[in-house]
């Protein structure tokens, strides 16, 4: 009679056993996986890379979307371990100035949204929940440099902005890559 109670206790502290290898290895695992550090030194998140970009997955408002990193520097000299909020690309608006929210074009990441530098302000314009629609374009610039405004008129289908968050002011540059 005892040995068939000392079975199924056995067979449960086996697996119990394999259980907490899992998670231990887990847990080593994690600590070889690259993760973003603003210049406070607070981790942001773990870094994910693809071919055309890296990046980190935030939740803002809610809502969890990915905001891409770059190196930090100028066209002519980068930094090879600092690295800022955005990427290079064109930013769209409805306006004729380049002025209000952003038209959200973009897919990356669960939520579409567009990190847009003015100076040392990088502002991350996050989606609303609602359907991408037609939108009429105006004008827009190339990211990051805000210094001139180009006319541009063109409907497109994008995602109406639901949130702005200021990614420098809770996380600020520069940014660093580590374990």
């Not at 998670?23 to 998140?45: L, Y």
Request: aromatic residues 8%; proline residues 7%; charged residues 15%.
């Amino acid at each position: 009679m005892r040995s068939i109670l000392i079975a199924p206790v056995l067979a449960t502290l086996a697996l119990t056993a394999h259980a907490g290898d899992d998670d231990r290895h887990q847990h080593r695992d994690d600590r070889h996986v690259p993760k973003v550090f603003d210049a406070q030194g607070r981790e942001v998140g773990p870094l994910v890379s693809d071919a055309s970009q890296n990046g980190v997955y935030i939740e803002i408002n809610g809502a969890i979307t990915f905001v891409p990193i770059g190196r930090s520097g100028t066209d002519d000299r980068a930094s090879a371990t600092q690295f800022q909020w955005g990427s290079i690309g064109i930013v769209a608006y409805p306006s004729s100035d380049c002025s209000g929210s952003p038209v959200l074009f973009y897919t990356s990441g669960p939520r579409p949204s567009i990190a847009v530098r003015q100076g040392a302000d990088v502002t991350v314009y996050v989606a609303s929940d609602a359907d991408s629609g037609p939108v009429h374009i105006q004008s827009s610039h190339q990211n990051p440099n805000f210094s001139q405004c180009t006319p541009y008129v063109t409907t497109i289908t994008a995602f109406a902005v639901g949130s702005s968050y200021l990614i420098t002011q809770h996380h600020p540059e520069p940014l660093t890559i580590r374990y």
